[in-house]
């Protein structure tokens, strides 16, 4: 591989330089028209060359395939912890900010567990950990990992508790502990569950990358507060034959809270900006840090500990470890998350249909939103919350939402008249009435003229559906039925 390939991003990827290198049959197994439609949606992030059958399947593309995988690695590398289903990726990133390309591998969060914990606080923290769960616009945001620290410093007692916690889930774990001695002995029950081990330093690296060998399992390089020293020990341990490392550049709350966000910045802009390749790892942040600050309340550590997470994940964290497990210092890092990890060029969109929401019969109330993922399940949740039977349509806007689809053409009268037909909802109820959204109002007259169907305004918000449908439901001239409201 030539250093102008081995230096090149994805935002220098043409898909000729894809094309190049793939079968060029255009033989349509990977569902696309041709390969170089195929070698577009690769450049844009949509695909991946794993996607196309004959590179996988076919030895005489093995060297082709070898090629685009060198072509097509991230700058900063992706590393797996675990195995299986729960198996996680961090890193991969392509580019220094979301905006000019998707990020990918959204940035797993890990709970600790101390080995001075008695079994019962054990069980019950790991039980806490593993079912974690959080609803949010039609998907479960759920904690990625568990972080066993030995407190104790003792092998046995860590061994025990490694074991003890891998036997109630099936969650990837990190291993926690300076000492090689207690981290073998903490490795010994787990090590083919590919562990995260934590972390090798310059007094101990070299025990350490023995283990990371002899186990297969990627190791967290810390150095704090000193990247010169990061970079020497990555160089010195990629040199000893271990390649699967994550960076851990420090993490503190007090005094040094700006340094922290410096040090992560400077690290992952010697990357992109100075094509650094010692620091071209995924970086891994530890806000549970933040209970070491000289605080008494433990509302203000787990702010604190908020804070800096919510930071990280912005400026470039690829794996936090914290320690609260408060919903209201999780959900925000999980949303945040969320959002930052979503394809900017693409919002967040749930399938046009239509939603039969509790009972509704033929006298039941229609409505209609647009298919942008959060205005559909707030309307969902409104519905339900109020008992409210109704067949609800979602009209296909491109994930837009009704304000900015009413502004932007895609919510028109005509759009309104065509999923009314093309869902068939005229066969569903005897009515002919269509409540719209309030937002969408100005298009009430112009729905009644190309659908046929009598246009009910309703509320801006749709908190106020059930009260509408209190006053105006059943319209005059239909049948009479309350419909659960």
């Known amino acids: 591989m030539s250093e102008k390939e081995h230096k090149k991003t994805i935002k220098e990827i043409s898909p000729i330089d894809i094309y190049k290198s793939l079968p060029k049959t255009n033989c349509g197994e990977c569902q696309e028209a041709n390969c170089m439609a195929f070698a577009t949606r690769v450049v844009n992030g949509e695909l991946t060359i794993d996607n196309c059958p004959p590179l996988i399947n076919n030895t005489k593309y093995r060297a082709a395939y070898e090629k685009l995988l060198r072509l097509m690695a991230p700058p900063v590398k992706t590393i797996t912890v675990g195995t299986g289903d729960r198996a996680i990726k961090i890193g991969g990133k392509y580019v220094l900010y979301r905006h000019e390309f998707t990020y990918h591998n959204p940035t797993p969060i890990a709970i600790d567990v101390a080995d001075d914990l008695t079994k019962d606080e054990r069980d019950a923290r790991v039980k806490m950990i593993s079912s974690f769960e959080y ?64 972390a090798a330093t310059r007094d101990n690296w070299k025990e350490m990358a023995e283990l990371a060998l002899q186990s297969h399992c990627p190791l967290v390089v810390s150095a704090p507060h000193d990247i010169a020293l990061l970079r020497s020990l990555v160089k010195t341990l990629v040199e000893y034959g271990v390649s699967d490392l994550v960076l851990d550049p420090g993490t503190s709350v007090d005094p040094n809270l700006a340094a922290t966000i410096q040090d992560f910045s400077r690290i992952r802009r010697s990357v992109f900006q100075q094509n650094d390749e010692l620091l071209g790892y995924p970086l891994l942040g530890t806000p549970i840090t933040a209970w070491l600050s000289p605080e008494i309340s433990p509302d203000v550590l787990r702010w604190k500990e908020a804070c800096i997470a919510s930071m990280l994940i912005s400026r470039y964290a690829d ?18 998350r969320f959002n930052i990890y979503t394809d900017p060029r ?3 969109a749930v399938e046009a249909g239509v939603r039969i ?22 309307v ?36 309104i008249a065509n999923a009314l037909q093309e869902f068939n909802v005229a066969d569903l109820v005897d009515h002919r009435h269509l409540i719209i959204p309030g937002l969408a109002a100005r298009l009430s007259g112009e729905t009644e003229e190309a659908s046929g169907w009598h246009v009910i305004v309703g509320p801006k918000d749709s908190s106020g559906i059930a009260e509408l449908l209190k006053v105006r439901w059943p319209p005059k001239d239909a049948p009479a039925n309350t419909s659960g409201v």
């Not at 794996?319 to 945040?336: A, K």
């Not at 949740?381 to 053409?409: F, H, M, P, Q």
């Open 135 to 198: 609803g949010y616009i039609g998907r479960n945001l759920r904690l990625d990992a568990i972080a066993i620290r030995s407190t104790l410093h003792d092998p046995d007692a860590f061994a025990s508790t490694v074991k003890d916690v891998a036997d109630q889930t099936d969650l990837p774990f990190i291993l926690c502990t300076d000492d090689p001695a207690i981290m073998a002995a903490g490795l010994a029950p787990v090590k083919d569950r590919r562990p995260l081990l934590y």
């Open 319 to 336: 794996m936090l470890i914290m320690h609260s497990l408060e919903g209201w210092v999780l959900l925000p890092q999980m949303i945040w």
């Open 346 to 348: 693409k919002p967040v």
């Open 357 to 378: 929401m509790g009972s509704p019969d033929r006298r039941s109330p229609v409505l209609i939103t647009t298919n942008y993922a959060l205005t559909f399940f707030t």
């Open 380 to 415: 969902e949740s409104d519905i339900k919350s109020a008992n409210i039977d109704c067949y609800l349509i979602i009209a296909d806007t491109g994930g837009n939402s009704v304000e900015s689809a009413v502004a932007g053409r895609l919510l028109t009268a005509g759009t």
